[in-house]
C-alpha cells in the first residue's frame, strides 16, 4: 500500500511539472527596487539594473514551479553617486567581497490568480527565508506568439538581519535609515521555444 501512495504521489508531482516551462527573463520590462526611510520621514527608493533569473511557470494552473535570481549588489542605483557608492562599501553590501544577492524559490501557494513565494534569501553571505506575495499576475501572447507571464513580487525585510547594519543616531532620536526594506519587484518573461 505504501508504494502504491508513492507512486500515486510522483506521478502527480511529475505530470504537474510536465506543464512547467522555462522562461528567459525581458531585462527591458522588469524591474528589482526598493524602498527605505530616510531619517524616519522620508521614503528613499532605488533598485539594482543588472540581474538574471530562472523561472518555471505553468499557464493551466498558474503555478511557479522555480525562480532562482541572481542580482549584481554593484549595479544599485538610486540615482545619487555618492550614496550608491556608499551601499557598495562595506557598510552596506561589501560589492566586492560579496558581488551577488540571490533568492531561491522553496514553494509556491496559489490564492486565486496570485500566490505567495517562500525562498531563500541570500545578502552579504547571510541567507533567510522571505515571503514575498505574488501580485496582478497576468498572462498574454505577445505580437510574435510568444507566451509572455507579469508579476510583481512584494516583499519586507529587516536588513540587519542580512548584516547591513550601518547607521547614524540622529539628535532628536531615531536613527538616519530605517531598519525595514520594501521589496518591490516588477517581472516580464517570455517563455523558451
Known amino acids: ?12 508531482f511529475s505530470s504537474t511539472l ?3 516551462t522555462p522562461h528567459t527573463i525581458d531585462g ?31 499557464y493551466k494552473t498558474k503555478v511557479f514551479n522555480k525562480l532562482e535570481a541572481k542580482i ?11 550614496r550608491d557608492n556608499h551601499l557598495r562599501s562595506e557598510d552596506f553590501f561589501f560589492a566586492e567581497k560579496y558581488p551577488k544577492i540571490t533568492f531561491e524559490m522553496k514553494s509556491y501557494k496559489v490564492d486565486g490568480d496570485e500566490g505567495v513565494m517562500i525562498g531563500n534569501l541570500t545578502i552579504r553571505g ?3 527565508e522571505v515571503k514575498l506575495e505574488v501580485e496582478d499576475l497576468g498572462t498574454i501572447k505577445d505580437f510574435n506568439g510568444n507566451n509572455r507571464v507579469g508579476f510583481t513580487l512584494k516583499g519586507k525585510i529587516n ?7 550601518w547607521n547614524k543616531a540622529l539628535e532628536l532620536g ?19 521555444k
Open 1 to 12: 500500500m505504501k508504494s502504491l501512495i508513492k507512486f500515486v504521489v510522483a506521478t502527480i
Open 18 to 20: 510536465a506543464f512547467a
Open 28 to 58: 527591458s520590462h522588469t524591474e528589482v527596487g526598493f524602498s527605505v526611510k530616510h531619517l524616519m520621514i522620508t521614503n528613499v527608493k532605488g533598485e539594482f539594473t543588472k540581474f538574471d533569473a530562472e523561472l518555471d511557470f505553468d
Open 72 to 82: 549584481e549588489t554593484k549595479s544599485v542605483d538610486t540615482g545619487i553617486e555618492k
Open 126 to 128: 547571510v541567507t533567510k
Open 159 to 165: 536588513r540587519g538581519d542580512f548584516d547591513l547594519k
Open 174 to 192: 531615531g536613527f538616519a535609515v530605517g531598519e525595514e526594506v520594501k521589496i518591490t519587484v516588477e517581472i516580464e518573461a517570455v517563455e523558451n
